[in-house]
């Protein structure tokens, strides 16, 4: 098929076509006169490749999913885009309240924290897979929500970034269906789920001993479940088994937590209470451990 009639077929222009060969998005047979022969395989190629510039995703992603079919990409993407608009929307109101004569000062600190807010978070999504990205975004989220005042803060948040921009992180390929699956399942309720977690948290560091007590059956029925071969051997665990890796080798334990200690006083607050929910939860099981064992 000729470039004539792709550009019919497909609404690309020919400029449009004849870029994404030269970035190595399409790939038409080239005859001996030198002539493109596009296949039918090419045009749904190339109808998906327009689909996703449309949608704006970038080169790269565009390029990510079309060479693998990866679902991954088009959920991270998804993800990006819906923080870039919320983003867009708080600036609109900035400059809203400017029209409305809102204090310039006011308007430049609350740029400030936005500006840096959304960059560690849109960082973190490009990051993570999927649904574990936007879990860990939605997390971090309000512990951002404060001006960076001091040299430490400001030095935090450097530290952050340039972990965030140089740390590499990858998922093996056999688990991918699984991550694009439950990033399906949970796609239409993934707000209501990460605000179920984040309240589990929250009466956690609260209250640690009756949450413990009142959730005792639970966590019991957990531990049982994990000395299970079932669960040893599914895609949960290993993914479980994966996150828990690169968290010890890349330096999120070493770096990334201790700047957002640094960097943030809720979240120092936050990670204080949560380190003693979990030394009370350790004693507990040792407790009732060694009161089975006698």
Known sequence: MKISDVKKITGCSKKAIEYYIEKNLLF???????????????????????????????????????????????????????????????????LNDLVAGSDWNLTERELNILEKKDSVLEKLLLLFPGFYGEFLAFHFGPFLQNAVTTEQQEEAYEEIIDWLDTVQFSIPEDLIPYLEEVGRLYSVKRSDIFESVQTAQEKLISDPKTYLRNNESAMEEYQKLKETEAWRSSPACRLQEVLKQFNHSSGYNEIFIPAMIRLSPSYAEYHRKLEQANALYLKMLDEKQNCDSA
């Open 28 to 94: 038409p047979t080239v005859q001996e006169n030198g002539y493109r022969d596009f296949s039918e395989e090419d045009i749904k190629r190339l109808k998906k490749i327009r689909i996703l510039s449309r949608l704006g995703l970038s080169l790269s992603e565009i390029k990510e999913f079309v060479n693998g079919e990866n679902g991954h990409t088009l959920l991270q993407a998804a993800s990006v885009s819906a923080l870039r608009l919320h983003q867009e929307k708080q600036k609109l109101q900035l």
